[in-house]
């Protein structure tokens, strides 16, 4: 059924590779922040913290801004955001200068899981809404395992900026199956 809509099939591929990205940046960011930033643990709960604050704002403002400007812009910001994140976590060397790359990653995280499911919303058929919320759902569910497994090895052989650089493939290629939806 999904392939019907050629709409929905490029939403949920984007958003199983932007989710990846998403997805292995949480799993990595103690380690990032302990062997590039060298943060303590004490020092990463305050940031993890912050975090989480800015993730709460990021969903608030980018609920708000999803109505203004629909939510596929909303997510096309938000893409932008995370983009703008990886490179500023490859320039990070200190505490302040990671605080404030991931209060960004957080707001941008907070935004893509806001304006997520009104863009599924948005392009699905009115009378398969649940279904097609389903196979988002399950599509998400697999976003955790490609991402984390060469962030791994890419980190491992090569070092973290390596291994971070490639989350840049999942975020940019996102984003550009994202652009293809033609939304009213």
Known sequence: EARKSINMVYFVIASFLYSNGMNTAIIFLFLYAYEVVKLTIKDFMLVFAVFSIASSAGAYLFGKLSDWINPKRSLVLALLLWIAVIFLLARTDSFIS?????????????????????????????????????????SGKFAGVIGPVLFGYLATVYGYHTALYSLLVFFVSGLLMLLKIRVK
């Open 98 to 138: 990671f605080l404030i790359a991931g209060s960004i990653g957080g707001a941008a995280l907070g935004a893509v899981w806001t304006a997520n499911r009104p863009m599924l919303l948005l392009i699905s058929p009115k009378n398969s809404v649940a279904e097609y919320f389903g196979f988002l759902e399950m």
